[in-house]
């Protein structure tokens, strides 16, 4: 009983200091363009006008249901602020909650913080952007896929997985991912996967009779090289070096333009859907061929094993990508923070070196965005912190595909 509460409390502890200091962000700091965009849209929504046809909108339809409360609620942008980031706030304490309860249930082994500690300090870095983007939102699903299907949920798992995506495109590069895993376990819980997937998507379908939703890809296909991106920062320290190009705003981005930019878009875009794609294959392949844990710590091994699987194609979709925000780290911090549970579990043949990796270049984010040479180009040093973090990345990419063939053979 002592060390149940002892436990208890230290979690509670642990999750207050990691997540209630966060609430002052709610006032620090100016307000984003896009929780503006956000609200502008949700009430055009609310007036009756038509997403997709009359508002332009860039995202997945399932995104307007989070917006839809802090809009009713909030009479200017300031209130919005108000309620979008205290949404954002309890949906990030249910990650670290989550991380908790991982590290604490099995009472015959110490507590594990370390994954809690990692991602908490992951969205401390991102401070600035943790509650005026809605990222948090995918990833909380995320997390809730994986940790429903490594618990025997099936179900839950295809649902949550479906309204990730509905939230946000990223989460369908795992899906193929979690229904391998589910298959290994048995055909049951495949058809309980599938079945998941088939009623979060449901609505989706439903909505493509009367809304073009679609059309918000119109938006990504026509963007270039953000200036955050693997492509973007090289071409942009090779300026320096006299090659052509410009820091230059695109909209609500900066991207990296001139004529070598121009050239290099298509080939890039070559480049990520195939590096992305193969990633998708060779997860799905390894999740088949990975061997099924069985007894008491079956869970608590399939999970670490799930999330490095899933890891590796996100991971990849983020380092090829022509656009990559600061808030895509956002994506990746939990997932990494699930998969660090395998350190003290040598047996699971999860490596760690990418998800260190992970975590370090979300650290270095503060580094370049914000600054005070962002809006015009990043000065040298900065450059050379960006490259870095985009080679860190990478560098996870390649790791994590050797750890997932090293599943797939294990």
């Known amino acids: 009983m002592t060390s149940g509460l002892g436990r208890l409390a230290l979690g509670v502890a642990l999750w207050s200091i990691g997540t ?27 007036d009756g006008k038509r997403v997709y046809v009359d508002v332009p909108f860039e995202y997945p339809p399932y995104v307007l249901a989070w917006f839809a409360g802090p809009t009713m609620l909030a ?11 205290g949404l954002i706030l309890c949906l990030d304490a249910l990650i670290k909650a989550a991380l908790l309860w991982t590290g604490f249930r099995d009472r015959h082994r110490p507590p594990d913080a370390l994954p809690f500690v990692m991602y908490t300090l992951a969205t401390a870095a991102l401070g600035h ?15 809730a896929a994986v940790l429903a299907l490594s618990s025997g949920w099936a179900g839950v798992a295809g649902l949550m997985a479906a309204l990730a995506i509905g939230t946000k495109v990223y989460p369908a590069v795992f899906v193929p991912v979690l229904a391998a895993v589910a298959w290994r376990r048995s055909s049951r819980q495949a058809r309980q996967f599938a079945i998941g997937v088939g009623a979060g998507l449901l609505p989706l379908i439903a909505l493509s009779w009367s809304v073009p ?42 991207e990296v333009t001139g004529p070598v930019a121009d050239r290099l878009i298509a080939p890039a875009r070559v480049v990520w859907a195939t ?45 090829f990508s022509l656009v990559l925000s600061p808030q895509f780290h956002l ?18 043949g999860v490596g760690t070196g990418a998800l260190w990796c992970i975590f370090i270049s979300t650290f270095l984010v503060p580094a370049f965005f914000p600054s005070p040479t962002f809006d015009g180009g990043l000065d040298l040093g900065r450059t050379f912190v960006l490259v870095f ?22």
């Open 20 to 46: 209630l200091p966060f609430l002052s962000r709610l006032f620090r700091g100016r307000t984003s363009r896009e929780l503006e965009q956000y609200m502008v849209l949700m009430n055009a929504v609310l």
């Open 75 to 85: 009479e200017d942008l300031g209130q919005f602020r108000l309620f979008f980031g």
């Open 129 to 143: 952007i943790l509650l005026q983007r809605y990222d948090v939102i995918p990833a909380v699903l995320s997390v």
């Open 213 to 254: 939703w679609w059309r918000f890809a119109n938006v990504h296909s026509h963007r270039g090289l953000e200036a955050e991106s693997l492509w973007a920062s090289a071409l942009w320290l090779s300026h320096f070096a006299g090659v052509p190009a410009t820091w230059e705003l695109a909209d609500r981005w900066y």
């Open 275 to 319: 590096a992305t794609l193969g990633s998708v294959v060779l997860a799905t392949w390894a999740a088949w061929r990975a061997t099924l844990r069985s007894g008491a710590d079956a869970d608590s091994m399939t999970l670490p094993v799930t999330a490095a699987l899933v890891l590796l194609p996100v991971t990849t979709f983020v380092a």
């Open 331 to 348: 994506w990746l911090a939990p997932l990494a923070a699930l998969a660090l549970f395998a350190r003290r579990r040598p047996d699971a």
């Open 389 to 410: 973090r985009n080679v860190l990345l990478l560098y996870a990419t390649w790791s994590l595909l050797r750890t997932v063939v090293r599943l797939a053979d294990y």
